[in-house]
C-alpha cells in the first residue's frame, strides 16, 4: 500500500514541472513532527485519518486562497531583505540543528555525515578549491554537481564502515494496492466533522508558516542563478506556486492523506541544482565554449567588461 501512496505522491511531484513552478518540490518536512503531535490526539485508525484529511484540506485551501487572492505574491514582495535573510539562516540552522539533536542522524552516522558535511564545505565554499576548478577540468565537472559529491562520499562511506546497511535488492514487478488503499481514503471512513477542522486550525496555519519560509528560500535560490543565465528567462510567479502547491495538497487529502504533507521545495535538491547551475554558468558561457573550441584562450581578467568585473573565470567577451 506504501508504493500506492508514492505513486500519487509522483504525480504531484510532476504537477509544477508541467505547471511552469521552477521549483523542486517537496514536503512541507520541517511541520512533520507538528503533524504528528497533532495527530496523537486522535485514536489510530479511522479518526487519524479523518483528521489528517482536514488538516491537509485546510491546508490546501489556505494554498488556495493565497494563490487566487495573489495576497501570497504580495506577502513574499513586502518582507524585508533582513527579514528573508533570517528565514534563510533560521532554515539552514533548523536543518542542522534536526540532525545534531537527540534522535537525529548524527549520533547514528556520524562518520559519513561529517565527511561528507566537510566535503560539500569545501567543494562549495573553499579558495583553494575555486583556484584548482580553475586550472582542472576534472575539478570544474565535479564543481558542476554542486552538493552530490559530498553525498555521494558519504554514502560510499556509510557502507564501508556499516554505518548504514547494505540494502536487500529484490527484483520482480510489484502492484500498488489501490484497492486496499481505498479503504483508508476519506470517501470509505467518512469525513471529519467540523469539530476536527477547527482542532486541525492552528497546525495547518504553522504549516503554511513553514512553507512560506521555503518559498522565500526557493525565490531567492533562483534569483541567485537567474542573472547568470541571460541565455534563459526563469519566471518565478509565487502565486501559481500557490495554487500548484494547494492542487497538490487537495490530491493528497482526498487520495493519499500524508503527514509530510505538500510543500513548495525540496530544498536540498533546489540548492544542489542551483549550485551546480551557477557554476556551470560562471565556468562555461556559450562564448566560452566557442573559444574553447576554436583553441582560444583567454587573456588575464580586464577590467572593461561586466564579466571581468564579477568573476575571475574565462572571460567570455571578446577582450582577449
Known sequence: MALAYVVVCGIG??????MGVPFVPGWITAAIPVVVLFLDDFEPGVE?????FALQFLVFLIFLILGVTRLGSTLVNIIPRSMKGGIIIGAGVAAIIGEIEEGGRLAETPISLILGG????????????KQLVEKSDLARKIANYGIVPGMVVAIIV????????????EFGITQPAFAEMWGYLPFMVGFPGLDIFMLAIPTALIAYIIAFGDIIVGK????RADHLRQDEKIETDIDRVHLVTAIRNALHAFFAPYPGLAGPIWTAVAATTESATST???????????????????SSPCSSCRWCRSSSQCCPSPCL
Open 118 to 129: 566537510l566535503i560539500c564545505a569545501y567543494l562549495m565554499f573553499s579558495i583553494s578549491f
Open 280 to 298: 556551470a554558468a560562471r565556468l562555461w558561457s556559450p562564448s566560452t565554449a566557442a573559444r574553447a573550441r576554436s583553441g582560444l584562450r583567454a
Open 158 to 169: 556509510g557502507f564501508l564502515v556499516k554505518e548504514y546497511p547494505f540494502p536487500d535488492v
Open 13 to 18: 511531484f510532476m504537477l509544477p514541472a508541467m
Open 48 to 52: 487519524a485519518i479523518q483528521a489528517l
Open 220 to 223: 531567492t535560490l533562483l534569483d
